[in-house]
């Protein structure tokens, strides 16, 4: 039951803030498929507003390590965890939850469907953003990531926390 509880509060908070950055979407331009990204980069409009690679590995990280956190607090403290099987397992199992609520309902569902995410001077490319093989390929990458992330909780939460 905790698991459901969990993972639910954590695709409130995953939602709303894929609602905040909705507001400024030339910030997550890398999250959109290549072509789109490439026409961006061609707009006047956008050009010193593109985020560059090198900021984009820096939000990546530090939205990593905030990850990290929060999930070896939640399942240390509140699940009460101690070692890194039970930390490792439980998010991993948390964190595939979140990525197909991410790739199915906030990418398939809303990002792909919503003008609100569409570029001026992109309107065109319609295929591109119901291009819904990108975001599952984007979510198995999640996966792979979810692996080094969640061994990093059962780390902490066997030898620090």
Same mark, same amino acid.
């Given at each position: 039951?905790?698991?459901?509880?969990?993972?639910?509060?954590?695709?409130?908070?995953?939602?709303?803030?894929?609602?905040?950055?909705?507001?400024?979407?030339?910030?997550?331009?890398?999250?959109?498929?290549?072509?789109?990204?490439?026409?961006?980069?061609? %707009?006047?409009? +956008?050009?010193?507003? /593109?985020?560059?690679?090198?900021?984009? &590995?820096?939000?990546?990280? =530090?939205?990593? $390590?905030?990850?990290?956190?929060?999930?070896?607090?939640?399942?240390?403290? %509140?699940?009460? +965890?101690?070692?890194? /099987?039970?930390?490792?397992?439980?998010? &991993?199992?948390?964190?595939? =939850?979140?990525? $197909?609520?991410?790739?199915?309902?906030?990418?398939?569902?809303?990002?792909?469907?919503?003008?609100?995410?569409?570029?001026?001077?992109?309107?065109?490319?319609?295929?591109?953003?119901?291009?819904?093989?990108?975001?599952?390929?984007?979510?198995?990458?999640?996966?792979?990531?979810?692996?080094?992330?969640?061994?990093?909780?059962?780390?902490?939460?066997?030898?620090?926390?």
């Amino acid at each position: 039951m905790i698991i459901a509880v969990e993972s639910i509060i954590l695709c409130i908070l995953f939602t709303v803030m894929v609602y905040i950055m909705s507001k400024n979407p030339i910030a997550t331009l890398y999250n959109y498929p290549p072509k789109i990204q490439k026409r961006v980069k061609t %707009i006047p409009e +956008y050009k010193d507003k /593109i985020p560059t690679p090198k900021n984009k &590995f820096l939000v990546k990280s =530090i939205a990593s $390590i905030v990850i990290v956190i929060i999930i070896s607090l939640i399942l240390r403290y %509140i699940n009460g +965890y101690t070692t890194f /099987i039970e930390g490792f397992g439980y998010g &991993f199992i948390i964190w595939t =939850i979140v990525n $197909i609520y991410d790739a199915l309902i906030i990418d398939i569902c809303w990002f792909c469907q919503d003008s609100k995410f569409v570029f001026k001077g992109t309107e065109d490319m319609t295929k591109e953003y119901h291009n819904y093989w990108f975001h599952i390929k984007e979510s198995l990458k999640g996966e792979v990531i979810a692996l080094i992330v969640c061994a990093l909780v059962g780390l902490i939460i066997q030898y620090i926390l």
